[in-house]
């Protein structure tokens, strides 16, 4: 049995780009922009104020020292480097990207140390989160200690470089997100958390969250996520620019955890931590299930976490998660308006940077507040009007009032076309109403029957050539799309899907959406997917018994398993914790803490030997030779069962079959 945990450590699913990545670049050129593209983005500049430059003066006060060159890890290669973004440098945007686009990928690619304002500073652009430190009387407090240990431990030697090298002396995690604590021992010693040096500070609910969102969907997150991040895509300027929240997460790196010692569980909670005052304001539900702002009044700064940032952000995020709650977001947002707005001077986020001075903040906290209202409110309208969700999506073109004109609301990271489709989702699920969309045929046999209609693979390829010269690059990609799926091996057929996505990424303003079409197109030129996932011993261990049965669950072939009927007792003894599992129809379900009076096997072992199973560190054979897994009854029914489990490899076609 390969059973493994790994997906867990993905979290968000963002890497930055393989070592290889530049040896797809020179064996699979990126094309030219096309006249028509060119011709669009350069439509862009008239239709934004490009001549208003504030953000970018925002971007780099405070600059206190700059960091360029490169985070690595114990082998001593690159985790980050900061010069692969070199290429932004050059003020125009290039044809093959949305100048929208392009002026945020170069704000966020400011890297150093920022003061925010009076004892409270951050690290920038050397990961894809922030990482903000604040002075109490005797010791630190970080806010998100990034992603991975190395960068986290660079980043704070970056700090005490200029300023007093006084200890950590607590973390606060703002939410769930593996970006926001991955690096956290890099910052603090675990050995110091037990010992009560360091506390560490969570919304309530942070440790479920933070492992199981990925768990029973992980393997699938991860390849999408994959394509997210544009985690294979050369950083160049016919290829991966930024991420929309920040540059992108680093590679090879060591992604950690440390179970917070403080649990805030109350909506509003008042702590004194080092000297420091900090009122915490819980937000379950909005950008993570689990998720706190955080407010400073003796310094009138004021935290949003990942509530708030510089774009408008994912209602469901192309990775795949559970459909996030715009509603609940934008009265979270007002709620923080009405309590913070006549206070704070100083307003940060965990990605982008600050904004300074009252009026700045309520303007921002009540467009970002009517942005995700308005999201939710006009596709209810638009659904009760019986609209599906590719016509909502088409009709929401753009943000109502001057909120389409403000930076911080255009669709970097979310955007409107896929916000739209998730409320939909929310309220009525995937199904638009239609009964011809009850059972439709799936990718393969839809696009041979589309592609026989039409005429046989050379005409749509005429088709789609045409479509392309006029500029008509999405129908292009729905009409590649049927052709590739219907005749995978037409080299011809991928060559020109890839065309027409490579160009539609030319012109996203969507970071996300660029990543995404142009992993797509590296995939059609006969790229292999990216193999396997980076794991972290933290988060294996922080999983529970219980999401080991649910992943088992999942993992059954109930093909296999019909005709194999059986029940198991499974008990972890150094944690009293006891399941009953029943193998019934090819479908394996569980009872927590529970036992089969008459089971056909009792498998028991510890919490420790599954974390070793789950690492790779040993297999169930040798456990059980070595007398680590003691099993009770038939042990052959056992041993079957494990035969009957599938292992997911997230290594799955995406744009071909």
């Known amino acids: 049995m390969r059973y493994s945990l790994a997906a867990l450590a993905t979290a968000i699913a963002l890497s930055?780009?393989?070592?290889?990545a530049a040896e797809v670049a020179s064996t699979n050129p990126a094309k030219a922009a096309s006249p028509t593209t060119a011709a669009v983005n350069q439509a862009v500049l008239k239709a934004l104020?490009?001549?208003d430059r504030a953000d970018y003066d925002a971007a780099r006060k405070g600059l206190v020292a700059a960091f360029e060159g490169q985070v690595k890890n114990a082998d001593g290669k690159p985790v980050w480097d900061t010069h692969q973004y070199d290429f932004l440098k050059q003020a125009q945007a290039p044809d093959s990207v949305n100048p929208s686009l392009w002026r945020i990928a170069q704000l966020n690619a400011n890297a150093g140390l920022f003061q925010v304002t009076d004892k409270v500073y951050q690290i920038r652009g050397i990961d894809l989160a922030n990482m903000t430190i604040i002075e109490g009387d005797d010791g630190l407090i970080i806010i998100d200690p990034l992603y991975v240990t190395e960068t986290a431990k660079a980043g704070l030697e970056l700090y005490y470089q200029h300023r007093p090298r006084k200890p950590v002396v607590a973390v606060i995690y703002s939410h769930s997100h593996i970006d926001h604590f991955g690096g956290v021992r890099g910052v603090v010693d675990e050995a110091d958390v037990k010992a009560g040096k360091v506390r560490i500070y969570a919304p309530d609910g942070f440790m479920e969250h933070a492992i199981q969102e990925n768990v029973l969907a992980g393997t699938a997150m991860f390849r999408r996520g994959m394509?997210?991040?544009?985690?294979?895509v050369p950083r160049t300027e016919r290829g991966q620019v930024d991420t929309g929240i920040g540059k992108g997460a680093p590679i090879g790196g060591t992604i950690s955890l440390i179970a917070p010692t403080d649990l805030i569980v109350q909506p509003l909670e008042s702590h004194d931590i080092a000297g420091v005052q900090f009122e915490f304001q819980l937000t379950p539900g909005t950008e993570a299930p689990s998720e706190m702002n955080v407010y400073l009044p003796q310094l009138k700064a004021l935290s949003m976490s990942e509530n708030a940032v510089m774009s408008m952000h994912n209602v469901l995020t192309p990775r795949g998660a559970e459909v996030r709650d715009a509603k609940a977001w934008s009265k979270f947002i007002d709620d923080s308006l009405v309590r913070y707005g006549d206070k704070a001077q100083?307003?940060?986020a965990q990605h982008n940077w600050p904004t300074w001075g009252g009026e700045g903040i309520r303007s921002m906290l009540a467009d970002q507040r009517d942005m995700y209202a308005f999201i939710n409110n006009r596709t209810l309208h638009l659904l009760n009007q019986g609209m599906t969700p590719l016509e909502i999506a088409d009709a929401v073109k753009k943000l109502p009032g001057e909120l389409d004109h403000k930076w911080y609301a255009r669709g970097y990271y979310g955007t409107l076309s896929f916000n739209t489709r998730a409320v939909y989702q929310r309220y009525l699920?995937?199904?638009?109403?239609?009964?011809?969309?009850?059972?439709?045929?799936p990718p393969v046999d839809s696009g041979k029957h589309y592609v026989q209609a039409m005429g046989g693979a050379g005409k749509v390829l005429e088709l789609m050539r045409t479509a392309m010269q006029q500029g008509d690059y999405r129908w292009a990609a729905q009409l590649g799309n049927h052709l590739v799926f219907a005749e995978p091996d037409n080299k011809a057929a991928r060559e020109a899907q890839a065309d027409a996505l490579e160009q539609l990424g030319y012109r996203s303003e969507s970071a996300i959406w660029r990543n995404m079409y142009l992993t797509a197109v590296q995939e059609l030129r006969q790229l292999a997917p990216q193999q396997g996932a980076r794991g972290s011993a933290d988060l294996v261990r922080a999983a529970t018994p219980t999401m080991f049965m649910d992943i088992l669950s999942v993992r059954m072939d109930s093909d296999k398993a019909q005709g194999h009927d059986m029940t198991l007792n499974w008990d972890f003894d150094d944690l009293d914790q006891h399941f009953a599992l029943t193998l019934r129809n090819g479908v394996l379900t569980y009872r927590e803490h529970s036992s089969h009076?008459?089971?056909?096997?009792?498998?028991k072992m510890s919490k420790a030997v599954l974390d070793q199973i789950s690492l790779r560190q040993l297999?169930?054979?040798t456990a059980i030779k070595q007398g680590d897994i003691k099993l009770e009854g038939d042990a052959e029914r056992f041993k079957a069962m494990l035969g009957m489990l599938a292992s997911f490899q997230p290594t799955f076609n995406v744009v071909t079959p």
């Not at 394509?227 to 294979?232: D, E, H, I, L």
């Open 429 to 441: 699920g995937f199904y638009d109403g239609n009964p011809a969309n009850l059972d439709p045929l």
């Open 16 to 20: 930055s780009a393989p070592s290889w």
């Open 597 to 603: 009076a008459q089971a056909d096997a009792t498998v």
């Open 619 to 621: 297999d169930f054979p």
């Open 49 to 51: 104020p490009f001549e």
């Open 346 to 348: 100083v307003m940060f």
């Open 227 to 232: 394509y997210q991040s544009g985690g294979a």
